[in-house]
């Protein structure tokens, strides 16, 4: 067609043009229609479903993992119970409260028995932590190197659970005998009754 009977076309006798302006027409219409839609609307969509897409994945994930437990459940649930029961050895390690007095005196025979000499024994006030409470006892004994040896080891094998903690050794000044002076402290570790719990573990 040609360009200068193109500019000639009236808009309003749009009817009356040749086929080839109508179809140039027809073309540019459409793809300004086509053009709109995609900026007003379609774009939007577009943008929708990417961020639905990227949410499916992410749920897809989430579904693997949840999916992945349920299979294990009972695994899991066998694991717990496991854990449980050594709990439960482990409290029985915690002496009671009427059983406290008895660990001290395993405590100092196991010194004695040693071969050691008791010159402090003084237990310190309890420190309630959230279902146990930490009694601390200052201990200073005089001895050999093997007599602190087999001190340690008689407490390490307590039924009850003693932990021993800032071990100083020092000779005796002018002793020929190589007398040695140990000091430490030793924790042990009392259950508290659920009506001797702090007030948030209660709660």
């Known amino acids: 067609m040609d360009l200068q009977k193109?500019?000639?076309?009236?808009?309003?006798?749009?009817g009356s043009w040749p086929r080839p302006a109508k179809a140039v027409a027809i073309v540019l219409v459409c793809a300004a229609?086509?053009?709109?839609?995609?900026?007003?609307?379609?774009?939007?969509?577009?943008?929708?479903?990417?961020?639905?897409?990227?949410?499916?994945a992410g749920l897809k994930q989430?579904?693997?993992?949840?999916?992945?437990?349920?299979?294990?459940?009972?695994?899991?649930?066998?694991?717990?119970?496991?854990?449980?029961?050594?709990?439960?050895?482990?409290?029985?390690q915690l002496p009671g409260r009427t059983e406290v007095a008895d660990l001290l005196v395993d405590i100092t025979q196991a010194g004695l028995s040693a071969g050691l000499t008791f010159?402090?024994?003084?237990?310190?006030?309890?420190?309630p932590k959230t279902f146990y409470a930490e009694l601390p006892i200052q201990i200073r004994v005089r001895g050999h190197y093997h007599e602190f040896g087999k001190f340690i080891s008689s407490v390490a094998a307590l039924p009850r659970i003693?932990?021993?903690?800032?071990?100083?050794?020092?000779?005796?000044?002018?002793?020929?005998?190589?007398?040695?002076?140990m000091e430490l402290t030793a924790?042990?570790?009392?259950?508290?009754?659920?009506?001797?719990?702090?007030?948030?573990?209660?709660?």
Request: net charge negative; proline share 5%; hydrophobic share 35%.
């Open 6 to 14: 193109l500019n000639e076309l009236d808009f309003s006798e749009a």
């Open 33 to 56: 229609v086509a053009a709109a839609g995609y900026w007003f609307d379609l774009r939007h969509q577009i943008d929708a479903l990417n961020q639905a897409r990227a949410q499916e």
């Open 62 to 92: 989430q579904f693997a993992i949840k999916q992945a437990k349920a299979a294990n459940l009972k695994v899991y649930k066998r694991q717990m119970a496991q854990i449980q029961e050594t709990f439960e050895v482990m409290l029985r």
């Open 119 to 127: 010159e402090l024994f003084k237990p310190q006030s309890e420190t």
């Open 162 to 181: 003693v932990t021993v903690h800032d071990i100083r050794i020092t000779p005796v000044k002018d002793d020929p005998e190589g007398t040695l002076v």
């Open 187 to 203: 924790r042990t570790y009392r259950y508290l009754e659920p009506d001797e719990r702090p007030q948030e573990e209660k709660s």
